[in-house]
C-alpha cells in the first residue's frame, strides 16, 4: 500500500512540472492556434540568465526571480513582435515551422554562452530536502511546483473567463477578422499571448532548475507538457493539466508495477489511444465553422 | 591511327602510374600534414563529454607545436555529432571521403561508435581510443581498432570486487542505462557476484528520457541494497542519488569513470556525490606527475576560454596518447600498415592513464586490441576532492 501511495505522489509531483509546460502551450494554442515548439527554450534562456545574475553578480533571490519573470514577458512578446508577426503569408504550419526554428537559435545561443556542463540553480530550499507525510516522501521543491501549477492554472482559468483581456484573446483565436471588427487590436493580444505564456514557461523552467540545468533541460518536459495539452484537449486549460497528472500517474504506476522500461513511452501510447477515440482530446470543446 | 595509339598509351601510363603513385602515398598523408578526425557530441544531452574531442584538439596543437611527428604537422578534423549515430555516420563519411584521413581519434558514445565501425574496418582504416568502454570494439577484435578505454565489463567487476572484499556487501544492485553502456556494467557485476556466490538484488534499467527517478528508487529500496552501482550517465546518477536522499534510502553509491569528474558532479548535485566511490582510468586533475604539468600548461596556452580542466577534457589526451606513440614509431614513412605493426609493438606505455600494451592482431584473442585493463578507485570526498582507496587494480 505504500508503494502504491508513493506512486501516486511521484506522479502527481512529476505531473506538475509537466502541467506548467502544457499551459504555457495551450495559452498560444488557445489564441493561435500554432503549437510553440520553442516554448521550453524560451524558459531555458531565461532562467540560464537568472542563474547568470545569481551564480556571478550575486543578486538576491528575491530579485533575481522577479526579473527573470518580467524578462520572460519581455521575451516572449519580443519573439512574436519581431519574428512571427514578420513571417510573410503566415499559416499555421509556417509558423510552427519558425518556432522550431527559434527553439534551435535559442538552444544554440544558451550552449554557447554557458557550455554544456550541467549546472544546478541556487534556490532557497534544496531540491532533495524531503517532507514525510505518513510513509510517503515527497521533495519541498515537488509540493511547491504543485502548488505553483494548481494556482496558476486557477489564476488563468478566471483570466480567461472573466477578465476583459482574457475574453478578447478567446474572441481572436475563435475568428480573428470577427474580433477586429469589434475592436480588439488582434496584433497586440497574440504578442501578450506570447508574453504571458513565456511567463509560465519561465515558472515550469525556474523549478526544473535546482535540480539540474543543461541546455537540453527544457526539451523532455515540453515533450511531456505538450503531450499531456494534446491529451486534455489543446484549447482546455484545466485539460492540460488534467492530462499532465494523467501522464504522471501512468509513467509512475506502469514503472511500478509493469515495466520500468517502457515508463517514458506508454503515456505516449495512451495518448495516441486518446485521440483514436476522441479526436479533440478529452476536455475540448469543438468549435464547428460554418461555411 | 597513330594519334589514337599515343593516347592509349598515355592513359596506359597515367593508369599505371596513378596507382604507383597511390601506393606510395597513404591516405590522409603528405610531406607536411597528418590528417586525423574525430566526433564529439558539442551539444544535446551528452554535451558535457564533448570536452574529450576538444582535449585531443589542444593535445595536438601541443604537438604541432613541439615540432610535429616527424616533421609532419597534425591537422585535426573535429565534428559535432550531437551523441547522434546517423549524425555520425554521416560526418565520418564527408570528412573520410571528402578530405580523407589517415585514421580516426576516440570519439565519444558506444553507439555513436558502432555506427561507423564497420565503415572504418572494411576501408582499414586505423582508429584508435574510442572514448567508450564497451565490448563491443574488441569482440572479436579488429585488426586496425585499438582501444584505450578499460572495459566497462572490467570496471563492474572491480568495483564489486572492492565491495565484496573491502566493503564486506552482499546486498548489491545497479542501475543501468538501458544501451550497451549499461548493459555491459549489469554483465560485469553478475559475473563478480557469481564468482562470489551472489546474484545482483536489483536491476533497474534507466531510460535516455526519463526524468523522475522515483520509480527506480522505489525499487532499489524494496530490494534493501546495501551497495549500489550506477552506470548511468552523470545527470541520471545524481538524480538518483537525490531522489534516495529524498526518500531516506543511502546506500553505498559507486560509479563508472564516466562519472568520476569529482569537481562537477559535487557541483551540480550539491554535494550529495560525496562519499560515492568510482573507477579511474587516469591521473587526476590535481596530480603533480610531470607529464599531467605538461598536458596542463598546454591546457592553459591553448584552450579556449572558459574551458574546465576536468577528467574529460584530458582524457581527450590519455586516449589519443597510444596513436602519437605508434605514429612517432613509424618514423616518415608513415603507412596504416606500419602504423598497425607499430602499434601492436606498443607495451607496457605509460602515459596518463594506467600501462597500455597490445599484441599481434590474432582474432580469437580478444585482448590483442585491448589496451588498458587496470583502474583505481577513489572516493569523493569534501570540497569534490579525491581520496585514493586502491592502487592500479586489474579484474581476475
Not at chain 1, 260 to 265: G, L, R, T
Not at chain 2, 138 to 157: D, G, M, N, R, T
Request: hydrophobic letters at 45%.
Amino acid at each position: 500500500m505504500t508503494d502504491f501511495l508513493q506512486m501516486i505522489a511521484g506522479g502527481i509531483a512529476v505531473g506538475s512540472s509537466y502541467a506548467l509546460m502544457g499551459l504555457a502551450m495551450v495559452i498560444i494554442y488557445k489564441t493561435s492556434e500554432v503549437v510553440n515548439f520553442a516554448q521550453g527554450e524560451m524558459a531555458l534562456l531565461s532562467i540560464f540568465l537568472t542563474y547568470m545574475v545569481l551564480e556571478f553578480h550575486g543578486f538576491p533571490y528575491y530579485v533575481a526571480f522577479p526579473a527573470a519573470l518580467l524578462f520572460a514577458v519581455f521575451l516572449g512578446c519580443f519573439l512574436e513582435f519581431a519574428v512571427l508577426r514578420r513571417a510573410k503569408e503566415p499559416n499555421i504550419l509556417g509558423m510552427i515551422i519558425i518556432t522550431i526554428g527559434l527553439e534551435m537559435i535559442l538552444m544554440g545561443f544558451v550552449s554557447w554562452k554557458f557550455g554544456a556542463d550541467p549546472k544546478t540553480m541556487p534556490f532557497p530550499m534544496s531540491p532533495y530536502s524531503s517532507v514525510t507525510l505518513g510513509e510517503v516522501f515527497v521533495s519541498g521543491l515537488e509540493v511547491l511546483t504543485f502548488i505553483v501549477a494548481l494556482t496558476v492554472m486557477v489564476i488563468l482559468f478566471l483570466f480567461f473567463r472573466y477578465s476583459k483581456l482574457g475574453v478578447a484573446m478567446k474572441a481572436t483565436q475563435q475568428n480573428q477578422v470577427a474580433a477586429r471588427l469589434m475592436g480588439i487590436r488582434t496584433k497586440r493580444i497574440l504578442m501578450i499571448t506570447w508574453g504571458i505564456s513565456s511567463l509560465v514557461g519561465c515558472l515550469a523552467g525556474l523549478l526544473i532548475a535546482p535540480t539540474t540545468m543543461q541546455p537540453y533541460m527544457m526539451w523532455d518536459p515540453m515533450l511531456k507538457g505538450f503531450a499531456a495539452a494534446v491529451l486534455g484537449g489543446m484549447t482546455s486549460l484545466p485539460g492540460s493539466v488534467f492530462g499532465a497528472y494523467m501522464i504522471g500517474l501512468i509513467e509512475n504506476l506502469f514503472g511500478g508495477y509493469i515495466s520500468i522500461e517502457f515508463k517514458s513511452v506508454v503515456a505516449f501510447a495512451i495518448i495516441v489511444l486518446v485521440l483514436c477515440i476522441k479526436p479533440s482530446g478529452l476536455f475540448a470543446r469543438h468549435y464547428v465553422k460554418k461555411v | 591511327m597513330k594519334k589514337r595509339g599515343i593516347w592509349l598509351l598515355l592513359a596506359v601510363l597515367a593508369l599505371v602510374l596513378g596507382s604507383a603513385m597511390g601506393a606510395v602515398a597513404e591516405e590522409g598523408v603528405t610531406d607536411t600534414v597528418i590528417h586525423i578526425g574525430q566526433w564529439g557530441p558539442q551539444t544535446g544531452p551528452a554535451a558535457p563529454w564533448g570536452a574529450v574531442a576538444r582535449g585531443t584538439g589542444v593535445y595536438f596543437q601541443m604537438i604541432n607545436e613541439q615540432g610535429g611527428i616527424h616533421g609532419r604537422k597534425i591537422e585535426y578534423h573535429m565534428f559535432d555529432d550531437a551523441y547522434n549515430p546517423a549524425k555520425t555516420k554521416a560526418g565520418v563519411k564527408e570528412l573520410q571521403e571528402g578530405v580523407g584521413m589517415f585514421g580516426w581519434a576516440s570519439g565519444v558514445g558506444t553507439a555513436c561508435g558502432l555506427s561507423v565501425k564497420d565503415y572504418l574496418m572494411e576501408r582499414k582504416i586505423p582508429w584508435v581510443g574510442p572514448a567508450a568502454g564497451s565490448l563491443h570494439w574488441i569482440s572479436p577484435p579488429q585488426k586496425y581498432l585499438f582501444a584505450v578505454y578499460p572495459l566497462y565489463y572490467s570496471e563492474a567487476k572491480i568495483l564489486c570486487k572492492y565491495a565484496i572484499k573491502e566493503l564486506g556487501k552482499k546486498r548489491i544492485a545497479i542501475a543501468y542505462q538501458n544501451d550497451d553502456y549499461g548493459k555491459n556494467g549489469v554483465a560485469g557485476a553478475e559475473a563478480e557476484l557469481n564468482k562470489h556466490g551472489l546474484k545482483l538484488v536489483a536491476a533497474v534499467p534507466v531510460e535516455l528520457s526519463d526524468t523522475d527517478m522515483k520509480p527506480h528508487v522505489m525499487q532499489l529500496r524494496k530490494a534493501d541494497a546495501d551497495v549500489v552501482l550506477l552506470w548511468a550517465g552523470p545527470i541520471h546518477a545524481i538524480r538518483i542519488v537525490g531522489t534516495a536522499r529524498a526518500m531516506k534510502f543511502q546506500p553505498q553509491w559507486m560509479s563508472t569513470s564516466t562519472c568520476s569528474d569529482f569537481p562537477l558532479m559535487m557541483a551540480i548535485s550539491k554535494g550529495l556525490w560525496q562519499g560515492v566511490i568510482v573507477g579511474n582510468f587516469g591521473d587526476l586533475p590535481d596530480s603533480q606527475s610531470p607529464l599531467m604539468l605538461e598536458y596542463k600548461k598546454a591546457f592553459d596556452k591553448y584552450a579556449a576560454k572558459g574551458e574546465r580542466w576536468g577528467v574529460f577534457f584530458y582524457a581527450g589526451f590519455g586516449f589519443v596518447e597510444p596513436m602519437v606513440e605508434g605514429l612517432k614509431r613509424c618514423g616518415r614513412d608513415l603507412t596504416r600498415e606500419r602504423f598497425v605493426k607499430e602499434m601492436e609493438g606498443i607495451q607496457n606505455f605509460q602515459g596518463i592513464f594506467g600501462k597500455i600494451s597490445y599484441s599481434a592482431y590474432e582474432p580469437s584473442d580478444v585482448f590483442c586490441r585491448q589496451g588498458q585493463d587496470e583502474l583505481f578507485l577513489t572516493q569523493c570526498v569534501e570540497g569534490g576532492k579525491s581520496k585514493k582507496l586502491t592502487d592500479w587494480m586489474t579484474p581476475d
